[in-house]
């Protein structure tokens, strides 16, 4: 989704972003993951994670929160990606718009983990039509160099 992120706090300290994805896993698990601007870490992404999202109407999407997936330079690596570390949070996530017309007008979210850190995001589209892309897994092949 393009667009700007108006508010993005992280455990009190404010940010900007570089962009916004929603991601729908097989298994039912959503996250809004976050690019944070952060200029002291190019891995920095914070994603709000939960499950049993439901649509109120063709126009509004809620996703409650029950974790928070936080990513940084300094997480260890699986395959050389960054493993996020998970904290157990309370709240919630609501998108507007017609995302099956692709046409999302803002998506805002708040949640605090068990450690009492609260996470904020205020992120509205520029009117651009959101990029749908589906990515399903394979299995390996003898094949596959990795």
Do not use: W
Not at 21 to 41: C, E, I, L, Q, T
Not at 61 to 75: C, Q, T, V
């Amino acid at each position: 989704m393009s667009g700007e992120c108006k508010t993005l706090k992280i455990a009190g300290q404010d940010f900007g972003c570089r962009t916004i994805a929603y991601a729908h896993a097989d298994k039912g698990r959503v996250n809004f993951a976050v690019v944070v601007d952060d200029p002291y870490d190019n891995n920095h992404v914070v994603s709000f994670s939960g499950e049993n999202g439901k649509r109120a109407d063709d126009n509004s999407y809620e996703l409650p929160i029950d974790r928070m997936l936080l990513n940084s330079k300094n997480r260890p690596k699986v395959d050389g990606l960054p493993v996020p570390a998970a904290q157990t949070s309370t709240g919630s996530c609501r998108q507007t718009g017609n995302f099956a017309a692709k046409k999302v007008n803002d998506v805002t979210c708040s949640a605090t983990d068990n450690e009492g850190r609260k996470y904020e995001l205020l992120f509205v589209s520029d009117g651009t039509p959101v990029s749908v892309r589906r990515i399903r897994q394979s299995a390996p092949s003898n094949q596959d160099p990795f």
